[in-house]
C-alpha cells in the first residue's frame, strides 16, 4: 500500500524523521518497500502572480509579464506559454534557483539573461519543468488563495515523502490510513487524532428497502442523498492525497468513496439512484445473470458470486466492483451511498477468476472492519455533502451474525519464555491496550479480545507476537547461553555419519544432495521398479515419484560434471529410499557411490587406467572396515549382467554394486563405463569394538598354495571353505596369483594362494607346517580343486 507521510502526520505525528519512521515501521513487521519524494530537489522557486502581459516586441510567440513574487519591486520575466494570463498564479523561478535535472542529468540553474533585447529576471515555470509530470501543455495554474511569495515546496508540500508498505495478508487493518497511524501511535506513543466525525443532521426523508439473503453479509448500510452536483470539482486537497495514494480523480463522488477507502479501509459503493429499479437485495447471482462492471467487462455471474440486485437485475457483484448500468455521472443528482461488510471467505478468489482487480476486493478479501461500517457511511456523506451539496436521509441498516471476536488467553510467564526478556505485567497490559485490545487482567494472566478490525489474534503466540513488536525486535537482546554441558556418551559399537563421510572424501569422493523426487523412468529402468510410490501432487513433471535408489540422481549428477568437462567424477550421497509394500510405505536410508574416469588424476608417476569394478569392491570394502564383506556375483537391473554383484555382511545381503548396463550408458550418453554401489546405512553405521589378541613375538612361515579349478569355481568359495575349517596355527589366506593359458585346460584356472601360519607360545615345527596345509589342501579337494602339478 502506498500513502503520502505528510497525510499520515495528520492523525499522528510523531517526532522522527522520514528515515526513522520508515525503520520503526519495518521492524514493526509493516516492511517499508519503497520511500521517494514527491518532487526532485529544487529551490527558490516561489508562488507568482502576472500583474500585466505585453507581447515581445521581436518574438510573436513571447509575451514580457510583470509578476508579484512579494519583493519591493515586480520582476520583469519573458515567458512563451501559451496559458499565461493577467492575474494567474504560477510557480516562478527566481534567479538563482536550481531546477531538477533535464535530459543531461544536469541541474538546471536560473540566470538574469536578455531574451530578443530585453532582460529577463526569472523563469515561470511548468510543473514538468519542476519535475513533476513528464509533459505539460504550459505554465502550472495555482489555486487563486494560493500566498504570493510563498515557496511552491511549502503551498504544493513538496518534501512530502511517498511511503510504499509490503504488507502480509494478516495485516488487513494496516490497509488505511487511520490503521497506519493507529500502529504508529502505539510504536511510539505519539497522540493519535481519530477521523473528523460527522456534523451534518440527516434532513432527507427518501429511503430504499435493503433485503440480505445469505448470512455472508452480515452488516449492510446505506442511505439516500438527494440533489448533489455531481459535476462539482474534487477539492485539490483530496485530489492530491488520491494522487499520492496512486489513485487518480475521476470525479467528485467517486473520488469520496475511495478517500474513504484509503482513510478508513472501507469500501463504498455510489448508485445512481434514478437507475435502480425498486429495492436492493444481497444475495448469490442466479444462473443465466450477467452484469456490465464498471471497467466495462461484461461477466457470466456464477452461483458462488455475491451480488447487490435492485428488483430486476443485479447492479454490483459485491466486494468487486460495481456495475456499468448504475454508475454516477455527471447527470447524476441522487444517488444510494453503499457500505457494507462481507465475510471474507464470500469474496476470497472471484476478482482473480475474472481478471478484475480492485482495492475493495483485496481489502474485503481479508478482512474489513466490521464496526466501522456506519461511521465511514457517515464521513462519506459528509465529505459529500460539504462538496457536492444535498440532501441526506436516514440510514438503512440491515444487521445479521457479526464475526465473533474469541477472548484469548496470554500468560506473562510465557510471554517471559518465548521472548526471553523479563516484561512487567504493567508493561505488556500497556502494549495490548494502545493496540486497542480489551484486557481483563487475573494475576500474571491476561484474558484479551481483539478489536473488531484484527482478524489474526487468535492464539496466545499471536498475542506474544503483538508484545515483541511494539517493544521492539531490536530491544529483544540475545542472552549468553547457559547450559550444563557434558560429554556425551560414545556408543563405539556405532559409526556416526561424519565418520563415513570423512571416509569417502578420503577415498576422492565428493557429496552431493539431490532431491527425492525422480523421474519414472529412473525407477522403471535402473531399479526395475514397475509401481514407485507416486506423488498425487509433484513439483514437476519430471519430479512425479520417490526414488527407491540413490543411482537415479548420481548419474543425473554426473552428466552434470560431464557437461562440464570433468573427465574424473567421484560422488556420493546419503539419503532416503522409498516403496511401497503390501499396501503401506516405508524408507530406508543408504549410502551411494559412484565412480567415473581414471582410476587416478593423470601424473606422471602411475600409468593411465579407467577405473574398473575392483576399484569400486575397494572403496566399499575401506567403508565397513574393519568388518569383512562377501560378494556375490548376481544380476541387478541397472549393471552389466557380468559385472554385478549383491554385497552380503555376515551372510545378510545389504547393497548392491557393479558396471552400469551398457544399455544406460549408451541411453544416457556416457562415454565411458560407471561404477557404482549402494548399501544399507543401517548396517555402515554398526560396527565392530575391536578385541585385542596375544601378540606373537615369533616369525611367520609362508606356504604357498597352488590349484587348478573349473572357470564356474569362486575363489569365495575356496577361501571360505578354508577359512571355516579352523586349521591349526594359519592366521592368513590370501589369493594372490590368478592365471588362464599354456599348461592349464581349457575352461580351467589356476589360482595361488599364500597362507601365512604362526604360533604365539613357539616356534612351527616342519611337521606342524604340513599338517597344517595338508588340512588346507584336504579342503581345497573337497572343493573341487587339484594340486598344481598333479595329474
Given at each position: ?28 513487521g ?18 507568482a ?87 505539460s ?15 511552491i515546496r ?82 485539490d ?54 452484469l ?33 448500468d ?10 444510494f ?61 440491515v ?30 497490559a ?24 484484527r ?26 547461553i ?60 519430471q ?106 555382511l555376515?551372510g ?29 546405512l ?14 606373537s ?23 571360505e ?33 599364500r ?17 597344517s ?19
Amino acid at each position: 500500500m502506498q500513502f503520502s507521510e505528510s497525510w499520515l502526520r495528520i492523525f499522528v505525528n510523531p517526532s522522527l524523521s522520514s528515515d526513522e519512521l520508515s525503520h520503526l515501521l519495518t521492524m514493526a513487521g509493516l516492511e517499508v518497500e519503497a520511500m521517494r519524494p514527491v518532487a526532485a530537489a529544487f529551490d527558490k522557486v516561489v508562488v507568482a502572480q502576472v500583474l500585466t502581459k505585453d507581447k515581445h516586441p521581436d518574438a510573436d510567440r513571447l509575451n514580457v509579464l510583470t509578476v508579484d513574487v512579494a519583493q519591493a519591486e515586480p520582476l520583469t520575466i519573458v515567458c512563451g506559454a501559451a496559458n499565461v494570463a493577467v492575474g494567474m498564479k504560477a510557480p516562478c523561478a527566481l534567479v538563482g534557483a536550481k531546477l531538477p535535472p533535464g535530459a543531461d542529468g544536469k541541474n538546471f540553474e536560473i540566470r538574469q539573461a536578455k531574451v530578443r533585447g530585453i532582460a529577463s529576471f526569472g523563469m515561470m515555470c511548468s510543473a514538468k519543468e519542476l519535475g513533476l509530470a513528464e509533459e505539460s501543455s504550459g505554465l502550472l495554474e495555482l489555486a487563486s488563495d494560493a500566498a504570493v511569495g510563498q515557496s511552491i515546496r511549502e503551498h504544493l508540500d513538496l518534501d512530502d515523502q511517498l511511503i510504499t508498505l509490503k504488507l502480509t495478508p494478516n495485516r488487513c487493518d494496516c490497509l488505511s490510513l487511520q490503521g497506519i497511524a493507529r500502529e504508529v501511535a502505539a510504536l511510539t506513543s505519539a497522540h493519535l487524532q481519530p477521523v473528523p466525525s460527522a456534523t451534518f443532521k440527516p434532513t432527507g426523508t427518501r429511503s430504499i428497502k435493503v433485503g440480505i439473503s445469505t448470512s455472508v453479509c452480515p452488516r449492510y448500510s446505506g442511505r439516500v442523498i438527494s440533489g448533489v452536483n455531481a459535476r462539482a470539482a474534487t477539492p485539490d486537497w483530496m485530489v492530491q492525497r488520491l494522487q499520492r495514494c496512486g489513485l487518480r480523480s475521476v470525479s467528485a463522488l467517486v473520488d469520496v468513496t475511495n478517500y474513504v477507502l484509503l482513510e478508513m479501509g472501507q469500501p463504498l459503493h455510489a448508485f445512481d439512484l434514478n437507475k435502480l429499479h425498486g429495492d436492493i437485495e444481497v444475495r448469490f447471482a442466479r444462473a443465466g445473470e450477467n452484469l456490465e462492471l464498471l471497467n466495462g467487462q461484461v461477466v457470466a455471474l456464477q452461483e458462488d458470486m455475491l451480488v447487490i440486485a435492485d428488483a430486476e437485475r443485479p447492479v454490483a457483484l459485491a466486494g468487486v466492483m460495481g456495475g456499468a448500468d448504475s454508475a454516477v455521472d455527471e447527470a447524476t443528482t441522487d444517488i444510494f451511498l453503499e457500505s457494507a461488510h462481507f465475510l471474507p471467505a464470500a469474496i476470497v478468489g472471484k476478482s482473480r477468476r475474472l481478471g478484475v482487480n480492485s482495492d475493495s476486493a483485496y481489502r474485503f478479501e481479508r478482512g474489513v472492519d466490521f464496526a466501522a461500517t456506519c461511521a465511514a457511511l457517515d464521513r462519506a456523506t459528509q465529505l459529500i455533502l460539504d462538496i457536492c451539496g444535498g440532501e441526506a436521509g436516514p440510514v438503512t441498516e440491515v444487521q445479521g451474525e457479526l464475526p465473533s471476536r474469541h477472548p484469548v488467553r496470554l500468560r506473562a510467564a510465557r510471554v517471559q519464555r518465548v521472548l526471553g526478556v523479563t516484561l512487567a505485567t504493567d508493561e505488556i497490559a500497556r502494549i495490548l491496550s494502545s493496540l486497542g485490545m480489551a484486557l481483563q487482567q487475573s494475576g500474571n494472566d491476561f484474558v484479551v479480545t481483539p478489536p473488531s478490525y484484527r482478524f489474526d489474534i487468535e492464539i496466545e503466540e499471536d498475542l506474544i507476537e503483538e508484545v515483541a513488536r511494539v517493544y521492539g525486535y531490536e530491544n529483544i537482546l540475545p542472552a549468553p547461553i547457559r547450559a550444563n554441558m557434558r560429554m556425551l556418551p560414545l556408543v563405539e559399537a556405532e559409526r556416526s555419519l561424519v565418520k563415513l563421510r570423512q571416509t569417502m572424501v578420503l577415498r576422492d569422493y565428493q557429496e552431493t544432495i539431490n532431491y527425492a523426487f525422480v523421474e519414472t523412468a529412473w525407477e522403471r529402468d535402473l531399479c526395475g521398479n514397475p509401481a514407485p510410490v507416486a506423488l498425487k501432487n509433484p513439483i514437476a513433471s519430471q519430479m512425479s515419484v520417490m526414488r527407491s535408489s540413490l543411482l537415479g540422481g548420481l548419474l543425473a549428477t554426473l552428466r552434470t560434471n560431464l557437461a562440464r568437462k570433468q573427465p574424473r567424477v567421484r560422488l556420493f550421497e546419503i539419503g532416503g529410499c522409498f516403496r511401497a509394500e503390501a499396501g503401506s510405505y516405508t524408507q530406508q536410508d543408504r549410502l551411494a557411490g559412484l565412480a567415473y574416469g581414471g582410476a587416478c588424476d593423470e601424473q606422471w608417476g602411475v600409468s593411465a587406467r579407467a577405473v574398473d569394478f575392483f576399484d569400486a569392491k575397494a572403496d566399499v570394502e575401506a567403508l565397513f572396515a574393519p568388518r569383512s564383506l562377501t560378494f556375490q556375483a548376481t544380476e541387478h537391473p541397472a549393471s552389466h549382467p557380468g559385472r554385478s554383484a549383491r554385497i552380503l555382511l555376515d551372510g545378510l545381503a545389504i547393497g548392491w554394486m557393479g558396471e552400469l548396463h551398457p544399455q544406460w550408458q549408451q541411453q544416457y550418453d556416457l562415454p565411458q563405463a560407471v561404477l557404482w554401489f549402494e548399501v544399507d546405512l543401517a548396517a555402515l553405521t554398526q560396527g565392530e569394538v575391536p578385541r585385542p589378541g596375544a601378540v606373537s613375538r615369533l616369525p611367520l612361515v609362508r606356504r604357498d598354495i597352488a590349484v587348478v579349478v573349473d572357470e564356474h569355481v569362486t575363489v569365495q568359495s575356496l577361501l571360505e571353505a578354508m577359512q571355516g575349517c579352523k586349521v591349526p596355527f594359519v592366521v592368513g589366506i590370501n589369493l594372490f596369483d590368478l592365471y588362464r593359458g599354456h599348461g592349464v585346460a581349457q575352461g580351467r584356472k589356476s589360482l595361488a594362494f599364500r597362507v601365512l601360519l604362526q604360533d604365539t607360545e613357539k616356534t612351527l615345527g616342519d611337521s606342524e607346517i604340513e599338517q597344517s596345509i595338508a588340512g588346507l589342501l584336504d579342503v581345497l579337494q573337497k572343493n573341487g580343486a587339484q594340486i598344481r602339478g598333479e595329474s
